[in-house]
């Protein structure tokens, strides 16, 4: 038996539906990845200082990255092991734990739905964010132009609008959309660029080496948040007709990271440079509403994130009817049903953009409750459980053992900070509390 699982490959027994193209997996990851996140990072460059923010968010993006290749190799280990052809996120969870320790062991059904409910509420605030973005920056444009009205009617007419295009079930028919997306956002960032070049104070103006300490937490949020889609991630590689050239040093997600990383640091630090202390949320909202040109840039970014909101919202309906609902296949009108499902999340996501349509304190909350545990600690877990048992080895020195212990070091230092900063925030926005 122990012979036919090391012989057994996963990847040959996939059976994948509408599978994605090498092509259509980079261009859906670049868009998945390439949000509002980025729009934020300028701001997140005034909390943390220009050099402290360039090192911290090489470094948040060099152990994300391997969070989440470590979790693929993860899955890929589980699926070996247990001989099928692929096993999720919340399958590898249960499993590993199932061969590890006692106390984890004991709490292996309870780790995947752990894993279900992390990554159904990250992807959530994910769209919650998006729906606001789109309507903020639409809110700008028309109020300069018309009249002035509540920022709430705005988010409840877009998520009105968001219905359409998220009936669209299968991530292959969203590949179109996603380039579009891609080409809109990038061709927003260009003309942006000639704002953020454009009455440059002296550098000297700025912190330079090191912001406020203080707001290390909020970066932390901002940083995290823009760097990684764990959920969409995870359901690209899935859902490639070569999964195998998904990882690597020249793989699909290394590729795709190099250039948003690029995109990522030109954009906070010249943003940063250019508006210092007085960023909004979304550096889109800084640029002058008065001007053609700015506006044009303002709505197609907000289209390119209008058309991404699908693409964040796949992981929740999937996990939702794949794991629970439909899991065995067998739910009559079950196409009915998603369509329905559909309809009410977006319902939702655009209730709680209503409620709390501020974009700072959202997305250090997310980023920071949610990537830390689905790309850093969750992984480390896994790996750590997978390689207990004695017929296993953690390498020499166990040095991987050591390696986990210290990436959940750090999540956990990430997770309660930048969560405690991101709901004191969220206090001070809406219940004028000042902070402990």
Known sequence: ?????????????????????????????????????????????????????????????????????????????????????????????????????????????????????????????????????VASTFKQIIDYYW?????????????????????????????????????????????????????????????????????????????????????????????????????????????????????????????YWRYGDQLSGSISLNLPTKEIPSQVAKILIAVAIYLTYPLAGYVVIDIIMTHYWNKNGDLKHAKLKETLLRILFVILTTLNGVLAPNLGPLLSLVGALTISLLNLIFPALIEICLYYPPEYSYGKLKWKLWKDIFLIIVGTIILIEGTYFAIVDIVKEYGNVKAI
């Open 147 to 271: 009249q002035v009205f509540d920022i709430r009617i705005y988010v409840a007419v877009v998520g009105i609008f968001t219905i359409p295009i998220f009936l669209i079930r299968s991530l292959k028919w969203l590949v179109p959309f996603n380039l579009v997306a891609t080409v809109l956002i990038y061709s927003g960032f260009v003309m942006m660029f000639y704002y953020l070049f454009t009455g440059l104070p002296s550098l000297s103006d700025r912190d330079i080496l090191i912001g406020d300490i203080g707001n290390m937490g909020l970066f932390f949020g901002i940083a995290l948040f823009a760097v990684s889609s764990v959920g969409v991630m995870l359901a690209i590689e899935a859902k490639m007709a070569k999964p195998e050239a998904y990882l690597g040093w020249f793989g699909v997600l290394d590729l795709a990271i190099f250039v948003v990383l690029i995109s990522y640091i030109l954009f906070g630090f010249f943003g």
């Open 1 to 133: 038996m122990a012979d036919k699982i090391v012989d057994y490959n996963p990847y040959e027994h996939r059976d994948v539906d509408n599978p994605l193209t090498k092509c259509g997996a980079f261009v859906s990851l670049l868009k998945c990845i390439v949000g509002t996140g980025v729009l934020a990072l300028p701001l997140a460059f005034h909390y943390a200082g220009i050099v402290t923010a360039i090192i911290l968010l090489l470094l948040c993006t060099f152990m994300l990255i391997h969070g989440m290749q470590l979790l693929i190799y993860s899955m890929v280990e589980c699926s070996r092991r247990m001989q099928i052809g692929y096993a999720s996120f919340p399958e590898a969870m249960a499993f590993s734990f199932a061969q590890g320790p006692a106390c984890f062991r004991c709490s292996a059904k309870a780790g995947g739905y752990l894993v279900d409910g992390v990554l159904a509420f990250s992807h959530y605030g994910v769209c919650v964010v998006y729906l606001v973005f």
